[in-house]
Nanobody
Framework: VQLQASGGGLVQPGGSLRLTCAAS????????MGWFRQAPGKEREFVAV????????YYADSVNGRFTISRDNAGNTVYLQMNSLKPEDTAVYYC???????????????????WGQGTLVTVSS
């Protein structure tokens, strides 16, 4: 199983980026997939989760209203649309997937079984 994250880059404050995470090796249609981020010197933190194939989403307070998580129809690609970016959003962003189907609010690193390699987002003028 592989998760391939892409779409990071340098963007000015107030700008937008869309991250993509493509899964291969198994189907995650009904398994929760999420995004986390890790800034330099800080622990990895929860950003967003999509449970039940998009019918239930949940966001960290710091990104709620600015970021949107979604999936394609096949369920194996998850996106993170990031708008109104701030310098404090600068981090390496990781996608993650759980092994099992579930509808919970999976916000902890240890609740995920598969991880992508990370993509760097830098918000700076």
């Amino acid at each position: 199983v592989q998760l391939q994250a892409s779409g990071g880059g340098l963007v000015q404050p107030g700008g937008s980026l869309r991250l993509t995470c493509a899964a291969s090796g198994r189907t995650f249609t009904t398994a929760p997939m999420g995004w986390f981020r890790q800034a330099p010197g800080k622990e990895r933190e929860f950003v967003a989760v999509d449970s039940l194939g998009g019918t239930r989403t949940y966001y960290a307070d710091s990104v709620n209203g600015r970021f949107t998580i979604s999936r394609d129809n096949a369920g194996n690609t998850v996106y993170l649309q990031m708008n109104s970016l701030k310098p404090e959003d600068t981090a390496v962003y990781y996608c993650a997937a759980r092994e099992f189907t579930g509808s919970g609010l999976y916000t902890r690193v240890g609740q995920y079984h598969y991880w992508g390699q990370g993509t760097l987002v830098t918000v700076s003028s």
